[in-house]
């Protein structure tokens, strides 16, 4: 009798751990993907102080870091930015090098972890131009939850576009990974349906598992989490 209260005490303490860890695990998870960086209020702001000294156009420096556009215009070497991946972003790849290091930016003072990691999660968001667009721009689509979820062997993403757009459909791992860019393309006005398959880019199935996606239309943004079952 003692042993088994003794067990089954233990493994309802076990569960309430699991149970407890879970759920910060799944809040960690919620605030990295909906915590969006604004470009206005906190991207801009640094480069301002930090670098356009010397890259504005006709500056120094060939990449023009005074705007959105002549970020996203690159440099002299190419894409300045690949959204949603800091680590093939060559902008992030120099304010990372230590300081003093060839090729480090900016060449003296270098920028606070704090500002690093706000522009690395700028990048990872898919460096869009703003996030708190909803507030200042009139919603100029209509986006439904994906049908079916849970889903297998494949799910339909279905939405409207009240005007011509870029589209961009990005699907993550639970972790927060890039697992397949959907869609990334100028569409037209109108209905439109994509299905998702549950392969990844390299066109491998996924695991079973619930897969948080971002749709962005123009500057606007929203998540949403699609469950494959198998
Ligand atoms: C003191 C001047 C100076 C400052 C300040 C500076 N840079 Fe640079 N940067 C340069 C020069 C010079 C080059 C190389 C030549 C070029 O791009 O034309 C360069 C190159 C780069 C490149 C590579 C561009 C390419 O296409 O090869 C990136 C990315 C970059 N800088 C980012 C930054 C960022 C981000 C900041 C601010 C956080 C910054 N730099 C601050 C002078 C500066």
Redesign the pocket.
């Known amino acids: 009798m003692i042993v088994r209260f003794n067990t089954s005490k233990y493994s309802i303490n076990t569960l309430t751990n699991t149970m407890i860890k879970r759920l910060i695990f799944y809040f960690k998870i919620t605030s990295t993907l909906f915590s969006q960086v604004n470009f206005d209020s906190q991207i801009q702001p640094?480069?301002q102080v930090?670098?356009t000294?010397?890259?504005i156009s006709g500056g120094?420096?060939?990449?023009d870091?005074s705007s959105y556009d002549g970020i996203m215009n690159?440099?002299?070497?190419?894409p300045?930015i690949i959204p949603g991946n800091q680590d093939s972003s060559?902008?992030y790849m120099?304010?990372i090098l230590p300081e003093g290091y060839p090729?480090s930016?900016?060449?003296?003072n270098p920028?606070s972890q704090n500002e690093i990691d706000l522009i690395g999660q700028w990048i990872n968001e898919g460096a869009i131009l703003r996030s708190d667009n909803e507030k200042n721009h009139p919603v100029t689509f209509s986006f439904h939850q994906n049908y079916p979820n849970p889903f297998n062997p494949f799910t339909m993403l279905h939405y409207t576009l009240s005007q011509n757009n870029d589209v961009k459909i990005i699907i993550y791992d639970i972790m927060g990974k890039q697992v397949r860019n959907l869609v990334e393309t100028y569409q037209s006005a109108g209905d439109h349906i994509i299905k998702w398959d549950a392969t990844n880019d390299r066109g491998q199935f996924v695991p079973a598992g619930l897969y948080p996606y971002k749709i962005v239309m123009g500057d606007f943004t929203q998540m949403g989490k699609m469950m494959f079952l198998k």
Do not use: E
């Open positions: 640094i480069l930090n670098c000294s010397c890259h120094s420096a060939t990449l870091l690159g440099g002299w070497s190419g300045a060559l902008l120099r304010i090729g930016m900016p060449p003296n920028l």
